[in-house]
């Protein structure tokens, strides 16, 4: 199988998982308070899914430089599925918990759909390969939550939590099936990492030296600060959405959809040409900008039309922002470490998605609906200040890394 048929394999695959994650996004939140969780609870069960994922997201990218990509790729999606039915099951607080701890654990899909992307793709084209991982996860939030939110529907009286579960459930199963048809592997036997699987002391280890290598360090720091503030909005717009117009996960759905629709846009048809044109790095300064521009524009929503001004400013901040930086990630690693350094990135991310909600939820108690937003805003400005220190004084590197020994 050529390259261009093993990207659009993948990228099939992806897509029908992640419509699986969009459609149950904005439901987890209102679902923990169906179940009587106070906000700050509730968006601990947004956390809990990060929290499992910083664990086990090293686990499954060394598993992949190890044993291949197919065989662990396959795996995380059979425990996806596992994870959602437990998810549409659940008949407390703590059942609902638990789902989305376990469907943490078993999210290695993208850590190793990335290190699969650098597998057969150069690094001066690996920018759109890494953009069109990202068009199918902006495409996973234009029909998972529109879905889930006419499965679920717009009266907040009547929700249904089930039918989205369930759902989801059977979009991931389909992306399993997929997978085990048509997906082929991409390491052999010599690209195949020569050590062994290591505990997960040592994954945290590989994660504290990964953030030891000068580039790497800052790009897996901003991927962190970037990820802090996009998961406040992950945790606590349906939230937000509920007290400012009293909206089901119908009108919430609506909104990630459009998210997901910019994002798809800007990374499946804008990020290649911007970044051959301009350099990852300018556009990744002007990603994080339109994202802090959102943030800011949403705390000070009090109609529709700026919602949704908002909403198409983060939509397409992040289409900006994250495929570039795993693309310059992935330029300062070897190939041989690919799987590592990107499940290590995802780690930082995981933690950051463990820490955003936890606070975005512990500033809507406290300070109001419209503070995690304003939080948000402060950390990309801290994100575009160390950027701008790198735009600076870093060189990326040519397209040659890929066969340098790592340091």
Same mark, same amino acid.
């Given at each position: 199988?050529?390259?261009?048929?093993?990207?659009?394999?993948?990228?099939?695959?992806?897509?029908?998982?992640?419509?699986?994650?969009?459609?149950?996004?904005?439901?987890?939140?209102?679902?923990?308070?169906?179940?009587?969780?106070?906000?700050?609870?509730?968006?601990?069960?947004?956390?809990?899914?990060?929290?499992?994922?910083?664990?086990?997201?090293?686990?499954?990218?060394?598993?992949?430089?190890?044993?291949?990509?197919?065989?662990?790729?396959?795996?995380?999606?059979?425990?996806?599925?596992?994870?959602?039915?437990?998810?549409?099951?659940?008949?407390?607080?703590?059942?609902?918990?638990?789902?989305?701890?376990?469907?943490?654990?078993?999210?290695?899909?993208?850590?190793?759909?990335?290190?699969?992307?650098?597998?057969?793709?150069?690094?001066?084209?690996?920018?759109?390969?890494?953009?069109?991982? $990202?068009?199918?996860?902006? &495409?996973? %939030?234009? =029909?998972?939550?529109?879905?889930? /939110? +006419?499965? @679920?529907?717009?009266? #907040?009286?009547?929700?249904?939590?089930?039918?989205?579960?369930?759902?989801?459930?059977?979009?991931?199963?389909?992306?399993?099936?997929?997978?085990?048809?048509?997906?082929?592997?991409?390491?052999?036997?010599?690209?195949?990492?020569?050590?062994?699987?290591?505990?997960?002391?040592?994954?945290?280890?590989?994660?504290?030296?990964?953030?030891?290598?000068?580039?790497? $360090?800052?790009?897996?720091? &901003?991927? %962190?600060? =970037?990820?802090?503030?996009?998961? /406040? +909005?992950? @945790?606590?717009?349906? #939230?937000?959405?509920?007290?400012?117009?009293?909206?089901?996960?119908?009108?919430?759905?609506?909104?990630?959809?459009?998210?997901?629709?910019?994002?798809?846009?800007?990374?499946?048809?804008?990020?290649?040409?911007?970044?051959?044109?301009?350099?990852?790095?300018?556009?990744?300064?002007?990603?994080?900008?339109?994202?802090?521009?959102?943030?800011?524009?949403?705390?000070?929503?009090?109609?529709?039309?700026?919602?949704? =001004?908002?909403?198409?400013?983060? /939509?397409?901040?992040?289409?900006?922002? #994250?495929?570039?930086?795993?693309?310059?990630?992935?330029?300062?690693?070897?190939?041989?470490?690919?799987?590592?350094?990107?499940?290590?990135?995802?780690?930082?991310?995981?933690?950051?998605?463990?820490?955003?909600?936890?606070?975005?939820?512990?500033?809507?108690?406290?300070?109001?609906?419209?503070?995690?937003?304003?939080?948000?805003?402060?950390?990309?400005?801290?994100?575009?200040?160390?950027?701008?220190?790198?735009?600076?004084?870093?060189?990326?590197?040519?397209?040659?890394?890929?066969?340098?020994?790592?340091?």
């Amino acid at each position: 199988m050529n390259n261009n048929r093993a990207m659009l394999v993948l990228f099939l695959t992806l897509l029908f998982d992640l419509v699986s994650f969009g459609t149950v996004i904005p439901l987890v939140p209102l679902y923990a308070e169906h179940f009587g969780a106070n906000p700050s609870q509730a968006t601990m069960a947004v956390a809990v899914y990060s929290l499992m994922q910083l664990f086990f997201a090293p686990v499954w990218g060394s598993l992949s430089d190890r044993y291949g990509r197919r065989p662990v790729f396959l795996l995380v999606l059979l425990g996806t599925v596992i994870a959602y039915i437990f998810l549409g099951i659940a008949n407390s607080f703590w059942l609902l918990f638990a789902a989305r701890s376990f469907a943490g654990a078993m999210a290695g899909n993208i850590a190793i759909a990335q290190a699969y992307i650098a597998d057969i793709t150069t690094p001066t084209n690996r920018s759109g390969g890494m953009g069109r991982i $990202g068009a199918a996860f902006g &495409l996973g %939030f234009i =029909i998972g939550p529109m879905i889930g /939110g +006419i499965l @679920a529907g717009a009266q #907040l009286q009547s929700l249904n939590f089930q039918l989205p579960s369930f759902f989801a459930a059977g979009s991931s199963l389909f992306a399993l099936f997929i997978a085990l048809t048509f997906l082929p592997e991409t390491l052999n036997s010599k690209n195949k990492a020569n050590t062994r699987t290591q505990g997960q002391h040592q994954h945290l280890v590989n994660l504290l030296k990964v953030l030891q290598r000068p580039q790497v $360090g800052l790009l897996v720091f &901003l991927y %962190f600060l =970037i990820s802090f503030a996009l998961s /406040g +909005i992950d @945790a606590t717009l349906a #939230l937000w959405g509920k007290r400012e117009f009293s909206w089901g996960l119908q009108q919430i759905g609506y909104l990630f959809a459009l998210m997901g629709l910019l994002n798809t846009c800007v990374q499946g048809g804008f990020i290649g040409f911007l970044s051959k044109r301009f350099g990852d790095i300018k556009v990744l300064i002007l990603g994080m900008s339109t994202v802090g521009m959102g943030f800011l524009v949403i705390a000070f929503s009090k109609s529709l039309p700026l919602a949704l =001004i908002a909403t198409i400013l983060l /939509g397409s901040g992040t289409g900006l922002s #994250l495929p570039t930086i795993h693309s310059l990630i992935s330029r300062f690693t070897t190939a041989q470490q690919q799987g590592k350094t990107m499940g290590s990135a995802e780690a930082a991310a995981a933690l950051a998605r463990i820490l955003g909600p936890t606070w975005a939820g512990i500033c809507f108690m406290m300070f109001g609906s419209s503070s995690p937003f304003l939080s948000g805003t402060l950390m990309i400005l801290i994100a575009i200040a160390f950027t701008l220190r790198m735009n600076h004084n870093a060189v990326v590197p040519n397209t040659e890394i890929d066969s340098k020994p790592e340091s």
